[in-house]
């Protein structure tokens, strides 16, 4: 069975970096695509963007490049970095595993999220 | 990008009611659109995939229907177990995008 943890602080100050990182257990980071998404309180869902298992990338634009993907398969983890945060960033981020059903890529695996709270 | 519109916010209902959630996207996705459940303090769950196939393990009350801009999640007889939120979410174009939510509450 496949699972996925996410781990890194739950509180960042303001102006400065987010950083998390998801553990991948239970299959092969081969052929998915690994996303964060992530959920303000009492809100809804924003993709963020993903990475696949040779490094290619696709942000959200809303995020205004502030967002950087990473992973190392050696690990079976991939990361999240968002710079310059802001109270709007305040929110509950998910890692979650890409898989192409059918002709649709979709989230079928995701970790129990972690929240991450910016303080001024 | 590609916006979508979930309707309505919220539905109240009742064990056994049939119940009907929309979603509309703001330019043709063809298929590419997925459904999922999510409840409280919990990640989302998927339950459509191509717009109307059914994720293996999800009950047949589940269905979807749809193509282009419009597409309709259906649950056929309502259980317990299915109060939740339930959120569309579209795979034509990057940057992916859900709907905004659409919560199902006891009636």
């Known amino acids: 069975q496949v699972q996925l943890q996410e781990s890194g602080p739950g509180l960042v100050k303001a102006s400065e970096t987010l950083s998390l990182t998801c553990s991948v257990s239970g299959g092969s980071m081969n052929t998915y695509f690994w996303s964060w998404i992530r959920q303000p309180p009492g809100k809804g869902l924003e993709w963020l963007g993903y990475?696949?298992?040779?490094?290619?990338?696709h942000y959200n634009p809303s995020l205004k490049g502030r967002v950087t993907i990473s992973v190392d398969t050696s690990r079976n983890q991939f990361s999240l970095k968002v710079n310059s945060v802001a109270a709007a960033d305040t929110a509950l981020y998910y890692c979650?595993?890409?898989?192409?059903?059918?002709?649709?890529?979709?989230?079928?695996?995701w970790g129990q999220g972690t929240l991450v709270t910016v303080s001024s | 990008d590609v916006q979508m519109t979930q309707s309505p916010s919220s539905v109240s209902a009742s064990v056994g009611d049939r119940v009907t959630i929309s979603c509309r996207a703001s330019h043709d996705i063809s298929s590419w659109l997925a459904w999922y459940q999510q409840k409280p303090g919990k990640a989302p769950n998927i339950l459509i995939f191509?717009?109307?196939s059914l994720q293996s393990g999800v009950p047949s009350r589940f269905s979807g229907s749809g193509s282009g801009t419009d597409f309709t999640l259906t649950i056929s007889s309502l259980q317990p177990e299915d109060f939740a939120t339930y959120y569309c979410q579209q795979a034509s174009s990057f940057p992916y995008s859900f709907g905004q939510g659409t919560k199902v509450e006891v009636k």
């Open positions: 990475i696949n298992y040779i490094g290619s990338t």
């Open positions: 979650a595993r890409g898989s192409l059903l059918g002709s649709t890529l979709v989230f079928d695996y």
């Open positions: 191509d717009a109307s």
